[in-house]
């Protein structure tokens, strides 16, 4: 089978922004309810300057990938939050708790799609997110916190596709991994 | 009474302590370990009365540690902390000797509910 960019739909059943929106919500509550809320954008917001990137993959019949995308300067802050710890965190800290983000947003998407295989370990990157060409953007959340930039996105082969490969999950830049 | 945490993330590790004592269980001393492999290393040199541990980590699973664990004879009580909570999921813990699988985001209610009949 040729791969191509050219998509077929994704199933009806697939994750979609309102199921993304939940699973982030979901989080936020349970693991960032006592600071300040995050606010989803209206709009699509593409982050421009340094940013953090934080992905996990999805293998199976509908390979994916999950990452949360935040402002470099965000991810300390994101951090502290998460760990209900503002002093003393270390880089491998940021890196850790943004990997343990885009795992549990990973790990409910996958319950939301149909034959999926294993979900992988977290991996960080200085950059934007590189899905392969295989994959299309399936959800994708904008929000705001604390005056930084969030972006919560999916991507999924499309089934037609499914038997070409894998969505490719490029190692670090930073040399970090969780 | 003794409960070891198993995962890779440190972040983690210190949320589930921080959701156990949140639970109610701040009587409970709590040991740690990183992967699967120093998890079931740990069961034997702590000799834990609970572990909760991740699914995926480096090294060993934590369901690759569950069946180490059963395989040796250890039949501490097990149960899962993991962001996968699907059904299918749930099964293969239940099928391998799981208590149970308290699935990521959670709650301190969660934590509470799935740990009393274990810890009291």
Known sequence: ?178 | MKALVVDDSRVMRQIVIRTLRQAGYDWVDVVQAENGKEGFDAVASEQPDLVLSDWNMPEATGIEMLHNLRASGQDVPFGFVTSEGSEEMREKAAAAGALFLIAKPFTPEAFAEALKPVLG
């Open chain 1, 1 to 178: 089978m040729t791969q191509s960019t050219e998509t077929a739909p994704l199933e009806p059943d697939a994750v979609e922004d309102e199921a993304l929106s939940q699973i982030v919500d979901a989080m936020w509550s349970s693991y960032f309810g006592h600071v300040e809320p995050m606010l989803p954008a209206f709009e699509p917001h593409d982050i421009e300057g340094p940013v953090l990137c934080a992905s996990v993959g999805i293998s199976g019949a509908r390979p994916g990938l999950v990452s949360v995308v935040v402002e470099k300067a965000g991810a300390a802050p994101l951090a502290g939050a998460l760990l209900q710890e503002d002093e003393g965190l270390t880089d491998e800290d940021v890196y850790d708790a943004l990997g343990e983000i885009a795992n549990i947003v990973g790990g409910n998407v996958k319950a939301l799609v149909p034959d999926a295989g294993a979900l992988g370990l977290p991996g960080i990157v200085a950059a934007q997110p590189l899905p392969s060409s295989a994959a299309r953007q399936a959800a994708r959340l904008d929000a705001n916190w604390q005056g930084h930039w969030l972006t919560f996105v999916v991507w999924l082969a499309a089934p037609a596709q499914a038997v070409a490969g894998h969505v490719k999950h490029t190692s670090t830049d930073t040399g970090q991994e969780d």
